[in-house]
């Protein structure tokens, strides 16, 4: 078994081993779980993944719950002597509650690389926040995330019946995952821009102070802006900008907070779109990290404006499950290859 260390990093270690374990059928134990982070150990979200991606792969799991800083998944609980680790992976669907506003598309996070994996469509349907805070909100997953993995042969296909917003979540969406064979992710240069799209949402009782118009207020003058009122559990806003370039894609995402304008939650955005335009980094930061359990299992190169320590954690746990990836200087960009 696979003993790994998640002290170092949050819950993305968690995600990443998940995938991983499922793609591979390696078992793994993760020790000291999130133990530096103020609120040590699995949370809601983390729980809601490991579940989720056990359904997926029929895993046994212990330790798994609210507050655990250890847990162990072990891939293919039924599995008999002559099956291999592509047997463990299961078609079929489940149906999780991350609770309050545990952000769902977190959870679609850990199952979306195990596509690579499967032999049948497996359905995940998620309640919990779909715009939540320290996660990528909904529409980044939707429109800028999905996309570059669906275009580097991922097929997958995600639906949202129901918005929910901090504190009380209450979203509702489902992912589809299908048989996949993934191409080489060549992420190194974004060429020309094709598009550019605002997306800004925000809960139904908030149309009267016109939230969402005044989120996009500041998006630049060329970008298509949907505006949408939700119903939802409680009030809430999110706002992501999504740009497509001619080889890549990007998205900078915030959320509504109690307190703050909402065109501050709109320039904010505005400004760190700016601040990559002026770099030469093909995809935004938080893709970059995302898309790494990509890089490793189908290999490629992606050129991202740093290292931060989200790739430098994610990649210990990569090599914990053989992979390798290499970090390297280039001018003010970093090339992630694998
Ligand atoms: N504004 C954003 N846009 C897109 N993605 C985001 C955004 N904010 C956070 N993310 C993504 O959300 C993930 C958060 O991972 P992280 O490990 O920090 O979170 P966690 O599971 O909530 O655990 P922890 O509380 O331990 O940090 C990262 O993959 C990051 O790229």
Redesign the pocket.
């Known amino acids: 078994m696979n003993i790994l260390d998640g002290g170092e990093?949050?819950?993305?270690l968690v995600r990443t081993a998940l995938a991983l374990s499922a793609v591979t059928g390696e078992p793994f134990r993760m020790r000291h779980v999130?133990r530096a982070?103020a609120n040590p150990g699995l949370?809601a979200?983390?729980c809601a993944a490991i579940e989720t991606v056990a359904a997926v792969c029929n895993a046994e799991t212990g330790g798994v719950e609210v507050g655990s800083e250890s847990f162990t998944f072990e891939p293919g609980e039924d599995i008999g002597e002559d099956e291999t680790a592509e047997d463990l992976v299961v078609g079929g669907s489940v149906s999780v509650e991350v609770g309050t506003a545990g952000s769902v598309p977190?959870v679609f996070?850990a199952l979306l690389p195990v596509a690579v994996a499967l032999e049948e469509p497996f359905t995940a349907r998620l309640e919990g926040g779909t715009d939540a805070k320290?996660?990528?909100?909904f529409d980044?997953f939707r429109h800028v995330k999905l996309p570059v993995v669906q275009e580097h042969g991922l097929d997958a296909d995600v639906t949202l019946s129901r918005r929910g917003f901090y504190p009380r979540g209450g979203g509702k969406a489902e992912l589809t995952i299908e048989p996949s064979t993934l191409e080489s992710i060549d992420l190194t240069e974004r060429g020309d821009r094709e598009s550019l799209t605002a997306y800004s949402v925000a809960e139904e009782s908030m149309a009267e102070d016109e939230v969402a118009e005044r989120q996009a207020e500041p998006a630049p003058e060329d970008a298509d802006v949907e505006v949408e009122y939700a119903e939802a559990d409680c009030s809430g806003s999110a706002f992501v900008l999504a740009a497509e370039y001619e080889h890549s894609r990007a998205?900078f995402?915030e959320l509504g907070e109690m307190g703050v304008d909402p065109e501050t939650v709109g320039e904010n955005a505005v400004e760190a779109f700016e601040a990559f335009e002026d770099g030469d980094a093909a995809v935004d930061e938080?893709l970059a990290?995302?898309l790494l359990p990509f890089v490793a299992i189908a290999g490629g190169e992606i050129r991202a404006s740093e290292v931060t320590t989200?790739l430098e954690t994610n990649i210990t746990i990569l090599e914990e499950f053989g992979y390798d990836v290499s970090v390297e200087s280039d001018g003010d960009t970093v090339l992630l290859s694998a």
């Open positions: 990093g949050g819950g993305q999130r982070r949370q979200q983390h977190l996070d320290w996660a990528p909100p980044y998205g995402a938080e990290d995302q989200h």
